[in-house]
Protein backbone atom coordinates (compact mmCIF):
# COMPACT_ATOMS: atom_id res chain seq x y z
CA UNK A 1 0.00 0.00 0.00
CA UNK A 2 0.95 3.69 -0.91
CA UNK A 3 3.17 5.04 2.09
CA UNK A 4 4.44 8.38 2.99
CA UNK A 5 7.07 8.66 5.97
CA UNK A 6 8.51 12.52 7.45
CA UNK A 7 10.95 12.95 9.57
CA UNK A 8 9.61 10.22 12.72
CA UNK A 9 10.66 13.34 15.16
CA UNK A 10 10.18 16.92 16.03
CA UNK A 11 12.59 19.42 14.50
CA UNK A 12 14.41 21.55 16.30
CA UNK A 13 16.55 24.26 15.28
CA UNK A 14 18.43 27.60 15.77
CA UNK A 15 16.92 30.95 14.11
CA UNK A 16 18.96 31.83 11.07
CA UNK A 17 19.95 28.08 10.57
CA UNK A 18 18.50 25.91 7.62
CA UNK A 19 15.89 24.00 8.71
CA UNK A 20 15.48 20.63 6.46
CA UNK A 21 12.65 18.04 6.00
CA UNK A 22 12.00 15.24 5.00
CA UNK A 23 9.71 13.51 2.90
CA UNK A 24 9.88 9.80 1.69
CA UNK A 25 6.82 7.59 -0.11
CA UNK A 26 7.09 4.09 -1.01
CA UNK A 27 4.35 2.19 -3.72
CA UNK A 28 3.46 5.62 -5.46
CA UNK A 29 4.32 7.30 -8.38
CA UNK A 30 3.53 10.84 -7.57
CA UNK A 31 3.09 13.64 -10.66
CA UNK A 32 3.33 16.39 -8.43
CA UNK A 33 4.34 16.62 -4.67
CA UNK A 34 2.94 19.59 -2.28
CA UNK A 35 4.17 20.96 0.77
CA UNK A 36 1.87 22.20 3.37
CA UNK A 37 2.18 24.27 6.64
CA UNK A 38 -0.80 23.69 9.31
CA UNK A 39 -0.42 25.95 12.72
CA UNK A 40 -2.34 24.33 15.29
CA UNK A 41 -5.63 24.00 15.69
CA UNK A 42 -5.93 25.76 12.34
CA UNK A 43 -6.37 24.41 8.09
CA UNK A 44 -2.73 23.02 6.64
CA UNK A 45 -1.59 26.05 4.30
CA UNK A 46 -0.46 25.59 0.58
CA UNK A 47 3.21 26.85 0.34
CA UNK A 48 4.67 25.16 -2.56
CA UNK A 49 3.75 22.32 -5.51
CA UNK A 50 6.69 21.17 -7.63
CA UNK A 51 6.38 18.40 -10.52
CA UNK A 52 7.77 15.39 -11.16
CA UNK A 53 10.12 16.92 -13.96
CA UNK A 54 11.38 19.63 -12.00
CA UNK A 55 14.39 18.65 -9.74
CA UNK A 56 13.97 22.01 -7.54
CA UNK A 57 11.67 24.69 -6.55
CA UNK A 58 12.05 28.04 -5.09
CA UNK A 59 10.08 30.83 -3.16
CA UNK A 60 11.64 33.42 -0.94
CA UNK A 61 13.59 31.56 1.76
CA UNK A 62 11.58 28.03 1.01
CA UNK A 63 13.12 25.56 -1.71
CA UNK A 64 12.16 22.18 -2.58
CA UNK A 65 13.81 19.42 -4.37
CA UNK A 66 12.13 16.22 -5.58
CA UNK A 67 14.40 13.14 -6.72
CA UNK A 68 11.47 10.35 -8.24
CA UNK A 69 14.67 7.73 -8.15
CA UNK A 70 15.12 8.16 -4.25
CA UNK A 71 11.40 8.63 -3.55
CA UNK A 72 12.00 11.62 -1.70
CA UNK A 73 11.08 15.12 -1.26
CA UNK A 74 13.24 17.49 0.86
CA UNK A 75 11.92 20.85 2.09
CA UNK A 76 14.44 23.64 3.12
CA UNK A 77 13.75 26.74 5.25
CA UNK A 78 16.63 29.17 4.80
CA UNK A 79 17.54 31.34 7.33
CA UNK A 80 14.75 30.44 10.09
CA UNK A 81 12.39 32.40 11.95
CA UNK A 82 10.63 31.59 15.44
CA UNK A 83 7.62 32.41 13.15
CA UNK A 84 8.27 29.65 10.90
CA UNK A 85 7.82 27.08 13.98
CA UNK A 86 4.94 25.05 12.99
CA UNK A 87 3.87 21.35 11.37
CA UNK A 88 4.93 20.79 7.98
CA UNK A 89 2.92 18.40 6.10
CA UNK A 90 3.81 16.75 2.59
CA UNK A 91 1.52 15.60 -0.14
CA UNK A 92 2.77 13.59 -3.11
CA UNK A 93 -0.14 13.32 -5.80
CA UNK A 94 -0.52 11.04 -8.67
CA UNK A 95 -1.61 12.69 -11.74
CA UNK A 96 -4.84 11.46 -11.96
CA UNK A 97 -5.76 11.20 -8.08
CA UNK A 98 -7.95 13.97 -7.31
CA UNK A 99 -7.89 13.63 -3.26
CA UNK A 100 -4.53 14.62 -1.12
CA UNK A 101 -2.83 11.89 1.34
CA UNK A 102 -0.76 13.01 3.40
CA UNK A 103 2.08 12.14 5.58
CA UNK A 104 2.09 12.70 9.38
CA UNK A 105 4.21 15.84 9.55
CA UNK A 106 7.36 17.10 10.68
CA UNK A 107 6.57 19.64 13.74
CA UNK A 108 9.30 22.45 13.25
CA UNK A 109 10.36 24.54 15.88
CA UNK A 110 13.14 27.48 15.69
CA UNK A 111 14.68 28.74 19.03
CA UNK A 112 15.04 32.35 19.22
CA UNK B 1 -12.89 36.86 -0.57
CA UNK B 2 -13.86 34.44 2.92
CA UNK B 3 -11.58 31.41 1.76
CA UNK B 4 -13.11 28.56 2.94
CA UNK B 5 -15.39 28.49 5.97
CA UNK B 6 -16.72 25.86 7.96
CA UNK B 7 -18.99 25.79 11.13
CA UNK B 8 -19.37 25.10 13.84
CA UNK B 9 -15.77 25.56 14.93
CA UNK B 10 -16.20 23.38 18.25
CA UNK B 11 -18.31 21.06 19.04
CA UNK B 12 -18.99 18.25 21.93
CA UNK B 13 -21.50 15.38 20.80
CA UNK B 14 -22.53 12.25 23.13
CA UNK B 15 -21.53 8.79 22.02
CA UNK B 16 -24.60 7.52 19.69
CA UNK B 17 -25.49 11.00 18.08
CA UNK B 18 -25.18 12.25 14.95
CA UNK B 19 -23.57 15.33 13.67
CA UNK B 20 -23.86 17.66 10.66
CA UNK B 21 -20.60 19.69 9.89
CA UNK B 22 -20.94 22.57 7.41
CA UNK B 23 -18.69 23.94 4.63
CA UNK B 24 -18.52 26.93 2.19
CA UNK B 25 -15.77 26.46 -0.52
CA UNK B 26 -13.73 29.59 -2.23
CA UNK B 27 -15.37 31.67 -4.46
CA UNK B 28 -14.62 30.33 -7.76
CA UNK B 29 -14.32 26.53 -6.59
CA UNK B 30 -16.79 23.90 -7.41
CA UNK B 31 -14.66 20.99 -5.52
CA UNK B 32 -14.94 20.03 -1.74
CA UNK B 33 -13.15 17.29 -0.21
CA UNK B 34 -13.41 16.31 3.76
CA UNK B 35 -10.39 15.25 6.21
CA UNK B 36 -10.13 13.81 9.75
CA UNK B 37 -7.44 14.57 11.52
CA UNK B 38 -6.18 13.02 14.43
CA UNK B 39 -3.90 14.43 16.94
CA UNK B 40 -0.78 14.75 15.65
CA UNK B 41 -1.33 12.80 12.58
CA UNK B 42 -1.80 14.16 9.06
CA UNK B 43 -5.19 15.00 7.67
CA UNK B 44 -7.32 11.37 6.41
CA UNK B 45 -9.32 11.70 3.22
CA UNK B 46 -12.98 11.07 4.11
CA UNK B 47 -14.54 12.01 0.47
CA UNK B 48 -14.62 14.27 -2.21
CA UNK B 49 -17.66 15.91 -3.99
CA UNK B 50 -18.02 17.30 -7.30
CA UNK B 51 -21.17 18.53 -9.31
CA UNK B 52 -23.22 17.27 -6.12
CA UNK B 53 -21.67 13.64 -6.23
CA UNK B 54 -19.13 11.68 -3.77
CA UNK B 55 -16.74 11.06 -6.56
CA UNK B 56 -13.76 9.52 -4.57
CA UNK B 57 -14.58 7.97 -0.78
CA UNK B 58 -11.34 7.12 1.73
CA UNK B 59 -11.03 4.53 4.25
CA UNK B 60 -14.33 5.57 6.18
CA UNK B 61 -17.00 3.20 6.72
CA UNK B 62 -20.72 4.38 5.84
CA UNK B 63 -21.72 6.16 9.01
CA UNK B 64 -19.71 9.33 7.13
CA UNK B 65 -22.30 10.59 4.53
CA UNK B 66 -22.46 13.80 2.86
CA UNK B 67 -23.77 16.17 0.40
CA UNK B 68 -23.10 19.04 -1.95
CA UNK B 69 -25.42 21.86 -2.33
CA UNK B 70 -26.07 23.14 -6.06
CA UNK B 71 -24.14 26.37 -4.57
CA UNK B 72 -20.87 24.25 -3.81
CA UNK B 73 -21.44 24.15 -0.27
CA UNK B 74 -21.09 20.97 1.64
CA UNK B 75 -21.99 18.82 4.45
CA UNK B 76 -20.43 16.02 6.20
CA UNK B 77 -22.92 13.42 8.67
CA UNK B 78 -21.88 11.16 10.60
CA UNK B 79 -23.93 9.14 13.04
CA UNK B 80 -23.52 6.64 15.44
CA UNK B 81 -20.50 8.51 16.76
CA UNK B 82 -18.02 6.76 18.24
CA UNK B 83 -15.69 8.20 21.02
CA UNK B 84 -12.60 7.39 18.66
CA UNK B 85 -14.57 10.33 15.93
CA UNK B 86 -12.98 12.85 18.07
CA UNK B 87 -11.05 15.05 15.60
CA UNK B 88 -10.48 17.82 14.07
CA UNK B 89 -12.18 17.65 10.47
CA UNK B 90 -11.24 19.53 8.11
CA UNK B 91 -12.79 21.17 3.99
CA UNK B 92 -10.92 21.84 1.38
CA UNK B 93 -12.35 22.82 -1.65
CA UNK B 94 -10.30 23.36 -4.75
CA UNK B 95 -11.27 24.84 -8.77
CA UNK B 96 -11.11 22.37 -11.62
CA UNK B 97 -7.89 22.81 -13.08
CA UNK B 98 -6.27 23.31 -10.19
CA UNK B 99 -4.22 20.73 -7.92
CA UNK B 100 -3.69 22.91 -4.48
CA UNK B 101 -6.35 22.59 -2.14
CA UNK B 102 -7.53 25.83 0.08
CA UNK B 103 -8.40 24.24 3.68
CA UNK B 104 -10.94 26.18 5.96
CA UNK B 105 -9.68 26.60 9.60
CA UNK B 106 -11.40 23.35 10.80
CA UNK B 107 -14.32 21.80 13.03
CA UNK B 108 -13.01 19.99 16.60
CA UNK B 109 -15.23 17.43 17.29
CA UNK B 110 -15.28 15.91 20.89
CA UNK B 111 -17.25 12.91 21.25
CA UNK B 112 -17.81 11.82 25.35
Known amino acids: SQKIEQNSEALNIQEGKTATLTCNYTNYSPAYLQWYRQDPGRGPVFLLL?????KEKRKERLKVTFDTTLKQSLFHITASQPADSATYLC???????????FGSGTQLTVLP | DAGVTQSPTHLIKTRGQQVTLRCSPKSGHDTVSWYQQALGQGPQFIFQYYEEEERQRGNFPDRFSGHQFPNYSSELNVNALLLGDSALYLCASRGRANTEAFFGQGTRLTVV
Open chain 1, 50 to 54: IRENE
Open chain 1, 91 to 101: APLAGSARQLT
